[in-house]
């Protein structure tokens, strides 16, 4: 059974930065898609941003220049650099991986940014 764990989560002060990981057990194969939710209270979980299996990232535009996405298929790890980060960056951040139409999703670890 395939199973994400993040970790790096915490509080920050707006303009500091913030690695999260993910590492998925379980695993025999490689997953299409690595990527990093997020929900912020009250509202939907929405894509911060994905990597597939050829390296292509994505972002969404509030995080574009800030946060970085890298991902390792052969460790099956993915990690999200946070940088310059803002108070309406707080949130709950999801790991996700697919393969094919099967999705995994992290427990969640929280991200408050807050003088």
């Known amino acids: 059974q395939v199973r994400l764990v993040e970790s790096g989560g915490g509080l920050v002060q707006p303009g500091e930065s913030l690695r999260l990981s993910c590492s998925a057990s379980?695993?025999?194969?490689?997953?299409?898609?690595m990527a990093w939710y997020r929900r912020v209270p009250g509202q939907e979980r929405e894509l911060v941003a994905r990597?597939?299996?050829?390296?292509?990232?994505h972002y969404v535009d509030f995080v574009k220049g800030r946060f970085t996405v890298s991902g390792d298929n052969e460790k099956d790890t993915v990690s999200l650099e946070m940088n310059s980060l803002k108070p309406e960056d707080t949130a709950v951040y999801y790991c996700y991986m697919r393969r094919g139409l099967k999705i995994y999703w992290g427990q969640g670890t929280q991200v408050t940014v807050s003088s």
């Open positions: 379980g695993s025999i194969f490689s997953f299409d898609i």
């Open positions: 990597i597939n299996s050829d390296g292509i990232t």
